[in-house]
Nanobody, 121 residues
Framework: QLQLVESGGGLVQPGGSLRLSCAAS????????IGWFRQAPGKEREGVSCISRGGGSTNYADSVKGRFTIFRDNAKKTVYLQMNSLKPEDTAVYYC??????????????WGQGTQVTVSS
């Protein structure tokens, strides 16, 4: 079965770091652009970052620029979101999603079930 799985979430203090991972089962992850999204309680789901099929293009939400980095390791069939200088407002469930166009379009074909990130002192 096709499956997209996030991991790496947890509880961290403000200013700390986490690295989220997104891996696929049943399809070739490196063919897809991979986006990271998050949804905090009471808020709409928002795009955090995306990396294109070849890794040559990335984008970030203004709220995370300079703090988060998206990158992919095709050998490991994994896309990562390195999150540094975390703030309480980063607390959310984080999802990865796969875009078959490979170019970080609005629509995504597969979604993971999310991993909880909590930033609290």
């Amino acid at each position: 079965q096709l499956q997209l799985v996030e991991s790496g979430g947890g509880l961290v203090q403000p200013g700390g770091s986490l690295r989220l991972s997104c891996a696929a089962s049943g399809f070739t992850l490196d063919y897809y652009a991979i986006g990271w999204f998050r949804q905090a309680p009471g808020k709409e789901r928002e795009g955090v970052s995306c990396i294109s099929r070849g890794g040559g293009s990335t984008n970030y939400a203004d709220s995370v620029k300079g703090r988060f980095t998206i990158f992919r390791d095709n050998a490991k069939k994994t896309v990562y979101l390195q999150m540094n200088s975390l703030k309480p407002e980063d607390t959310a469930v984080y999802y990865c999603a796969a875009d078959a166009t490979g170019s970080c379009m609005v629509g995504y074909d597969y979604w993971g079930q999310g991993t909880q990130v909590t930033v609290s002192s």
